[in-house]
């Protein structure tokens, strides 16, 4: 990915379900890798983001709805600091 799109998605206020996630994604990767791991677990991170990006490579196989629910816990992540996720509400 370029620094253009990169800078383009991560200022994206649209509503589109895939560009949130992306930008959601951008920042957690960002944070993986500045070692903000979740309660300090670098594996359990990694899976974490291997995940959305599972998700937002198969958009197809996704709701929408799904996608949303998946950038909610890449944002509750982004803004646990490396520490308690408290994700999403069911």
Do not use: C
Request: hydrophobic residues 30%.
């Amino acid at each position: 990915m370029t620094l253009k799109t990169a800078s383009s998605l991560l200022g994206y206020t649209g509503s589109n379900s895939s560009s949130l996630l992306s930008k959601q994604l951008i920042a957690s990767e960002y944070n993986y890798q500045n070692s903000a791991y979740v309660g300090g677990n670098k594996t359990l991170t990694f899976l974490f983001l291997y995940w959305g990006e599972y998700v937002l490579k198969n958009t197809g196989k996704y709701s929408n709805s799904y996608r949303l629910w998946a950038k909610d816990w890449f944002d509750a992540y982004n803004n646990s600091h490396g520490g308690l996720v408290n994700g999403p509400n069911p």
